[in-house]
């Protein structure tokens, strides 16, 4: 099945403690980005890969770190935790990037995080 | 600037009622692409439709329809005949010239009762 798998589900850490978020997807997609999702403001873009080794930052990058070893792969990194990061995160991909309107974006379930 | 409102934060409605979610966007540019999504209380978020700025056909699919109007830079979704399975959170969104991301309203959570 065609899908975006998001890990974990939900997560509850603590202020500075570095977590990962896993992002993969079996539709051989070029692109891949991270949204997170807060009341009032909708989804707004962390950051995207146009391909492996290709990544750049969305509209709020700072504290978030991602990398693009692997096609497949797209790990959202937090270094060091805060209270504003609290919040619902997704990851999508498609085919190729949106840049034409063309790609339809396939998200993942979600991850809703916590930071105490 | 590109922007996409959605005025209603929250419709209640009973089922079989039709509803109509707001859409209205901001864009320079000539060729773009509207979007709507679902998420479900289940979370994900689910595709609903893709529009090009070149085609204001209206389109329905079932109880679903949306009207397309380049005049006042809306892009309307109603809902025919609501159904509980209906309650979620709608958003539209928006991409235009070279970026690479979607640009998406606030949400409007509807809740349909029974």
């Known amino acids: 099945e065609a899908q975006v798998t998001q890990n974990p589900r939900y997560l509850i850490t603590v202020t500075g403690k570095k977590l990962t978020v896993t992002c993969s997807q079996n539709?051989?997609?070029?692109?891949m980005s991270w949204y997170r999702q807060d009341p009032g403001l909708g989804l707004r873009q962390i950051y995207y890969?146009?391909?492996?080794?290709?990544?750049d930052k969305g509209d709020v990058p700072e504290g978030y770190k991602v990398s693009r070893k692997e096609k497949r792969n797209f790990p959202l990194i937090l270094e060091s935790p805060s209270p504003n990061q609290t919040s619902l995160y997704f990851c999508?991909?498609?085919?190729?990037?949106?840049?034409?309107?063309?790609?339809?974006?396939?998200f993942g379930s979600g991850t809703q995080l916590s930071v105490l | 600037a590109q922007k996409v409102t959605q005025a209603q934060t929250e419709i209640s409605v009973v089922e079989k009622e039709d509803v109509t979610l707001d859409c209205v966007y901001e864009?320079?540019?000539?060729?773009?692409?509207l979007f709507w999504y679902k998420q479900p209380p289940s979370g994900e978020l689910v595709f609903l439709i893709r529009?090009?700025?070149?085609?204001?056909q209206n389109e329905i699919s079932g109880r679903y329809s949306w009207n397309f109007q380049k005049s006042t830079s809306s892009f309307n979704f109603t809902i025919t005949a609501s159904q509980v399975v209906d309650s979620a959170v709608y958003f539209c969104a928006l991409h235009s010239g070279g970026y690479n991301k979607l640009i998406f309203g606030a949400g409007t959570r509807l809740a349909v009762h029974p």
């Open positions: 890969s146009m391909n492996v080794e290709v990544t």
């Open positions: 999508a991909s498609s085919l190729q990037a949106p840049r034409g309107g063309h790609e339809k974006l396939f």
């Open positions: 539709m051989n997609h070029e692109y």
């Open positions: 864009t320079r540019d000539t060729t773009y692409y």
């Open positions: 529009r090009n700025s070149f085609d204001e």
